[in-house]
């Protein structure tokens, strides 16, 4: 196992290479650059051609594409993730500030996914073609199909337009400045509705994910077996079942974690939070290079390093696999 | 002005005044009697009540205004008595700003996009210009002239005296060195400004006194009032490389009436009032809060529910939304500025293919582009299409200090088939006029995908398609059009018959006229060419020359006023609308101004604003 791990740590390093070199050339290809603003004859033309030529020399970008490339993946090797084009700071430290916000909402929803998508799940497969089986198969369908920019926009016009219950962007009212136990809740209430959003989608395909795991577990032989040895219904299903249904679903849910890390542009643009997938998608359109490098690295680090998790999970969870 | 056309404009004004007209009526009566979109927007503004329509100065509209006093806080502060503000202002509490696309720096000199011009919360100008395209000082304490001194007789130096009194907001004076050190910065190879051609203009500064600074210019510089929009604080500095990795860069200190404490990227930017504002009753708020918002239809929601102050910034397209709101009594306020800065423009290649030696088989006769001008219905593209929003004008120097009045080409189809037969273009058999074997038919091209764009589009293709003039739509990405002669762009190679792109400049008309003069035709000798009508005209080149020649505004209003009418008559381009702009505020937020070139001017006034609740 041990032997395993090493080596598939070790198979890490060149495929991280392989994807830095990837997208660094695929991001050099897209079509306009970082001074595409600052060169868009719509802005007023108002940057002259020398300015635009000290611009160039500074972020370096006429130099050819594989030293560039050397040069950035140089500085990574030495933990330096270079300068945003477009703020001038450190790319660590603007990816640094989007993590807490960004796992607080992706988090809180990732917790409420769970809390909800267990027992519906479960409580699906158990009793299959009931009402409640139906009912949530359902919400499970409208969930997944319901577009989550429409949701918020719905729940925006009910809750803030229309019922004034709840404040409809950021996470903290700009106007107050709250201690202690008021400004909790008033996070609370920011939260409410980018919560819920995120949660509703995800809550609604794993829901799915769970009752088909448990629908197999039921049926298997070892399900009959403890029945037939008369323990309670409970303990089968808890133990039992749930035990062994679970194993594909820890697989999903650890190739979910990194998806924390890169959030919703969606939800964090229309609640206005300032997270990770905003960061990306703006940092994209302005062709910010070094801050769209450095997303993209920690992303495919850590859906390396989630997956050989999943692997060794599964091991874990299930004796008869064993990895050499 | 004619004394009929005079006292129907006394009557108009007495009826804005008395708040009997709305703004549609005025728009329309100030055009039935011939008044210029300056006045009418001037009446505009203090129509609709509100606390934006500060009193208009009927004098001041047709005559250049003139300076009083001095501060972005107080130009025209004398005469105004801010209607609304039955009670004295309140102080405290904190203005929210939604600020849309959050730019990299909150400072413009080292950042174009739009939203570094908040920047002005904190950071004055020398000289800004107002509501007629007229520079009025702030920082400085007069503009240069020729007639003070502080225009040379060569046109080449200019003498820029400082406003007494001012300090930065910690506290240290401005002074003249702050500007010498600014021209030092922007002359820096290592700096990376992003600033206006005029910097490029400068070759000296030098400090006389500590409140007089003296610039020489390689060449006359027609953006001298637009030079040092922004001054850097010399004290804060170590050495004259600046660029957007400065903490200053980023937040820049100013002499405003706020000071940048705080900026969460992504988040908001916090601003705290300036301790050191050279008015100790101003500003009346502590703070104002800029909440990044990056989904405009959410932000403007949130806005029309009162949970935004105001809105950075608000375009044509955002009216119908903002005006219904006011309307249905929502708590915002907007401000119509019929007029704004850019113009929706038909550009005629008048060169065949990009050859200059050949005139365009079809456009390279001036009766076709005459015909083409009679044959659209203006009116109709801001009635059915733009929801009203949006007003003509007849002249390519349309807005700023020298601006033109000339009335819009009417809609004429009759005239239109007039001047093609009278050229000999006949009607064949499908309706499209042909002239010695040449079909008057003509590709249309502008940026694919934007829809209403496409609507009056096809509206221009009927009306032209009405007097035989087949126009072929085919629309392609902005890169191919507006590409460089090296990629090949159908504007620079002249590889196009019609293309329709919105254009325009701000105050001073020179960059812009520049566009239109035979020397900067884009070809292998001149790949930075930017005429893309490929029009050559002899008689327009000298005039824009003369207007370049000098720093005199006589002069050069009256070269620019014949550049105007060779324009007309040539027609390398048309007009097809000046798009509106707007500005919008909470009901809440008073001592909002509106006097400014800028529809985003009223954020000048922040000194003045205060919240009632």
């Known amino acids: 196992m041990t032997s395993y791990v090493v080596r598939r740590v070790l198979q890490a390093v060149p495929l991280l290479a392989g994807i830095s070199v990837l997208i660094y050339v695929l991001l050099q290809m897209t079509p306009g650059g970082p001074l595409a603003i600052a060169?868009?004859?719509?802005?007023?033309?108002?940057?002259t051609a020398e300015q635009l030529e000290r611009l160039r020399n500074r972020y370096g970008l006429d130099d050819p594409l594989y030293v560039r490339y050397l040069r950035w993946a140089a500085d990574l090797l030495?933990?330096?993730?270079?300068?945003?084009?477009?703020?001038?700071?450190?790319?660590?430290?603007?990816?640094?500030?989007?993590?807490?916000?960004?796992?607080?909402?992706?988090?809180?929803?990732?917790?409420?996914?769970?809390?909800l998508a267990f027992p519906i799940g479960i409580v699906s497969a158990v009793r299959q073609y009931s009402v409640f089986d139906y009912l949530s198969t359902s919400v499970a369908f409208l969930g997944v199909s319901i577009p989550s920019f429409w949701l918020a926009l719905m729940l925006l016009y009910v809750f803030t337009f229309t019922l004034g219950w709840l404040p409809s962007f950021g996470l903290e009212d700009p106007r107050q400045d709250y201690e202690g136990l008021v400004a909790l809740w008033d996070r609370a209430r920011h939260l409410v509705m980018p919560v819920t959003v995120l949660a509703l989608v995800s809550t609604a395909s794993l829901t799915r994910y769970i009752r088909a795991a448990m629908l197999d577990a039921i049926g298997q032989d070892y399900t009959r077996t403890a029945r037939a040895k008369g323990l309670s219904e409970r303990v089968v299903i808890l133990r039992h079942a749930l035990k062994n249904g679970a194993i594909p679903i820890v697989t999903i849910l650890a190739l979910e974690i990194p998806d924390l890390f890169i959030g919703s542009v969606i939800v964090e643009s229309i609640f206005a939070i300032p997270g990770m997938g905003r960061l990306f998608v703006e940092s994209a359109h302005l062709r910010d290079y070094p801050?769209?490098?450095?997303?993209?690295?920690?992303?495919?680090?850590?859906?390396?390093?989630?997956?050989?998790?999943?692997?060794?999970?599964?091991a874990v969870l299930d004796p008869r696999i064993r990895y050499r | 002005m004619e004394d009929r056309q005079f006292r129907a404009a006394q009557q108009l004004i007495r009826d804005v005044l008395?708040?009997?007209?709305?703004?549609?009526?005025?728009?329309?009566?100030?055009?039935?009697?011939?008044?210029?979109?300056?006045?009418?927007?001037?009446?505009?503004?203090?129509?609709?009540?509100?606390?934006?329509?500060?009193t208009p100065q009927p004098t001041a509209a047709g005559a250049r205004s003139t300076p009083t006093g001095g501060g972005v806080d107080t130009p025209v502060a004398a005469s105004t008595a801010t209607p609304g503000a039955a009670g004295t202002p309140k102080r405290g509490g904190r203005a929210v700003i939604a600020l849309i696309q959050e730019p990299g720096q909150m400072n413009d000199f080292f950042n174009g996009q739009s939203g570094s011009f908040l920047s002005v919360l904190a950071v004055e100008p020398l000289f800004v210009p107002d509501r007629n395209g007229e520079y009025q000082p702030v920082l400085a304490a007069e503009i240069p002239t020729l007639e003070n001194g502080g225009i040379s007789e060569d046109f080449l130096t200019i003498t820029y005296k400082l406003r007494d009194g001012i300090t930065w907001s910690d506290g240290q004076p401005f002074t003249a060195e702050d500007i010498v050190f600014t021209v030092e910065v922007y002359q820096n190879p290592e700096s990376t400004p992003q600033v206006g051609a005029a910097w490029e203009k400068i070759e000296s500064a030098r400090a006389i006194d500590p409140l007089t600074v003296e610039v020489k210019m390689s060449e006359i510089n027609p953006g001298y009032l637009d030079l040092f929009q922004q001054v850097l604080p010399k004290h804060k500095f170590e050495s004259t490389a600046i660029t957007q990795e400065h903490p200053l860069a980023r937040l820049p200190l100013g002499t405003g009436p706020f000071v940048f404490v705080d900026w969460k990227t992504g988040d908001q930017i916090t601003l705290e009032r300036n301790p050191n504002y050279r008015d100790p009753e101003k500003p009346y708020l502590d703070g104002i809060t800029i909440k990044v918002t990056p989904e405009k239809e959410a932000a403007i929601a949130s806005f029309v529910n009162g949970e935004f102050d105001y809105v950075y910034f608000i375009v044509t397209g955002d009216l119908p939304t903002l005006v219904t709101a006011e309307q249905e009594g929502k708590p915002v306020h907007v401000e119509l500025l019929e007029g704004g800065a850019s113009v929706e423009w038909l550009w005629f290649n008048l060169s065949d293919n990009g050859d200059p030696t050949k005139p365009h088989p079809v456009l390279g006769d001036p009766a076709i582009r005459e015909a083409i001008d009679y044959a659209i219905d203006r009116q109709a593209i801001i009635d059915q299409v733009l929801g009203g929003f949006g007003s003509l004008t007849g002249a390519f120097i349309y807005a700023g200090w020298a601006a033109v009045d000339r009335p819009p080409t009417p809609y004429d189809p009759e005239k239109a088939k007039q001047i093609l037969d009278a050229a000999g273009w006949v009607p064949g058999g499908d309706g499209i006029r042909v002239k010695n074997g040449v079909r008057a038919s003509l590709r249309y091209q502008t940026i694919a995908g934007d829809q209403t764009r496409e609507l009056y589009q096809q509206l221009v293709q009927q009306n032209c398609k009405d007097v035989g003039i087949e126009l072929r739509i085919e629309n392609v990405p902005s890169n191919t059009i507006f590409g460089s002669w090296q990629e090949g762009g159908l504007l620079a190679r002249g590889n196009y018959d019609i293309v329709m792109s919105r254009d325009g400049y701000e105050v001073d008309p020179a960059d812009w006229a520049a566009i239109f003069t035979s020397a900067s035709i884009p070809s292998e000798q001149n790949p930075g060419g930017f005429t893309y009508c490929h029009w050559r005209n002899a008689e327009f080149d000298a005039a824009v020359e003369e207007a370049n020649s000098t720093l005199d505004p006589e002069v050069r209003r009256q070269a620019y006023q014949r550049a105007v009418e060779i324009f007309a008559r040539e027609r390398p381009a048309l007009p097809l609308y000046r798009s509106a702009s707007a500005d919008a505020w909470s009901t809440r937020l008073k001592g909002i101004k509106s006097i400014w070139f800028n529809p985003r001017g009223t954020l000048y006034s922040a000194a003045d604003w205060y919240l009632e609740e």
């Open chain 1, 39 to 47: 060169e868009n004859p719509g802005s007023a033309g108002r940057v």
């Open chain 1, 78 to 115: 030495r933990g330096d993730f270079g300068t945003s084009f477009n703020t001038g700071r450190p790319v660590l430290e603007m990816i640094g500030e989007r993590i807490p916000v960004t796992f607080l909402v992706t988090g809180l929803s990732f917790l409420v996914t769970l809390l």
């Open chain 1, 291 to 314: 801050v769209l490098m450095g997303i993209l690295m920690i992303a495919s680090l850590l859906v390396i390093l989630f997956n050989l998790l999943a692997d060794v999970l599964y």
């Open chain 2, 18 to 54: 008395a708040g009997r007209l709305t703004r549609r009526e005025v728009i329309r009566r100030g055009a039935a009697i011939g008044l210029s979109w300056t006045i009418v927007s001037t009446l505009l503004a203090a129509c609709g009540g509100g606390e934006g329509g500060e």
